[in-house]
Nanobody, 118 residues
Framework: QVQLVESGGGLVQAGGSLRLSCAAS????????MGWFRQIPGKEREFVAA????????YYADFVKGRFTISRDNAENTVVLQMNSLKPEDTAVYYC???????????WGQGTQVTVSS
């Protein structure tokens, strides 16, 4: 069982940056692939980025490549999404997820709102 708590969301102007953090509980954190997803009201949750258990592999959605960076610290049980060059279309609730593979995420945080003003 993994419990996830996101933080770091907020309001930022276009072109600005935000750093989202996800704190995980549970001794098996380092076993999980960690990911970030986002959801706009009325739309399905979409994949943003993921990182393998070791941190050796990182995956990004095309629309964030070059702007967002995912990282993790297994000693601190945290995963971070650094978001730069934010655009108004990045506005969404961002969720942290944990799973045993890149295609399956079994645990979710409560989400954190990111709003980018134009």
């Amino acid at each position: 069982q993994v419990q996830l708590v996101e933080s770091g969301g907020g309001l930022v102007q276009a072109g600005g940056s935000l750093r989202l953090s996800c704190a995980a509980s549970g001794r098996t954190f380092s076993s999980y692939t960690m990911g970030w997803f986002r959801q706009i009201p009325g739309k399905e949750r979409e994949f943003v980025a993921a990182i393998s258990w070791s941190g050796g592999r990182r995956y990004y959605a095309d629309f964030v490549k070059g702007r967002f960076t995912i990282s993790r610290d297994n000693a601190e049980n945290t995963v971070v999404l650094q978001m730069n060059s934010l655009k108004p279309e990045d506005t969404a609730v961002y969720y942290c997820g944990a799973g045993l593979g890149i295609t399956t995420f079994d645990y979710w945080g409560q989400g954190t709102q990111v709003t980018v003003s134009s």
